[in-house]
């Protein structure tokens, strides 16, 4: 199945693409195909795959099984966000499933240089996520080779957490340094999108301010203005 474009990072800062990728965390899981295709109809540029393992957080959600039969129905590209503890170890099933872009958090790895490596040999998009307590100088030894800085602005592990204000100095120092995508995921919404987008992110995760909203089209598309 031929995929959708994966929507790069212009070359110039200020022509940066918005990208809206809505999180299946907050889709119904019993109907998930279904939900799928309602967020393509409603005009989502990527899907945004929450992975947890149950020890890197608290919570436990999918694994590549669901990420192969989702790259069977749908072209959008799927950005696959893996909180785990041991992300060298998924890596190969998250590639063969056909995930699009995988995204590691710093916090879990040690020598991560040599997995994004990995990831991008695979020819695939790469990104590193840091928690809210984590600098984002911990970074910028990798800006060079990474497509996508990922900051939460709450803690990981569950949907629906109240978005953290105290993240937006961090995004505004980051796009200072990179000239990637920078993405934001936690308590996002047309205001706290606006914040973070004026702070310099291009890329926002939203999962309940899109599922659960009456026109998830209206929702995608104010995320936009």
């Keep these: 199945m031929k995929k959708k474009s994966q929507r790069s990072r212009k070359s110039s800062t200020c022509e940066r693409e918005l990208i809206v990728a809505p999180s299946l965390l907050a889709a119904d899981f019993t109907r998930l195909a279904e939900e799928t295709k309602r967020m393509e109809k409603a005009g989502a540029d990527w899907l945004h795959v929450d992975v947890m393992d149950g020890h890197f957080v608290p919570n436990l959600t999918i694994g590549p099984p669901v990420v192969k039969h989702m790259r069977k129905t749908t072209n959008l590209f799927l950005d696959c966000h893996l909180m785990v503890s041991n992300p060298r170890d998924l890596v190969d099933d998250f ?11 710093a916090e879990a790895i040690t020598r991560i240089v040599p997995l994004i490596k990995k990831i991008k040999a695979a020819g695939i998009r790469v990104g590193v996520s840091v928690k809210p307590k984590t600098s984002e100088k911990v970074l910028f030894n990798i800006l060079d080779i ?80």
């Design 95 to 105: 590639v063969a499933a056909g995930a699009d872009q995988i995204t590691v958090h």
């Design 146 to 225: 990474i497509d996508l800085v990922l900051v939460m602005t709450v803690e990981p592990g569950f949907g629906g957490q109240a978005f953290m204000k105290g993240m937006l100095p961090k995004i505004r120092r980051l796009r200072k340094v990179f000239a990637g995508d920078i993405q934001v995921d936690g308590g996002i919404n047309a205001q706290t999108g606006c914040m973070t987008r004026k702070a310099g992110a291009n890329v926002f995760v939203a999962g309940t301010y899109i599922f659960k909203a009456g026109d998830a089209k209206k929702a995608i598309q104010s995320l936009k203005e």
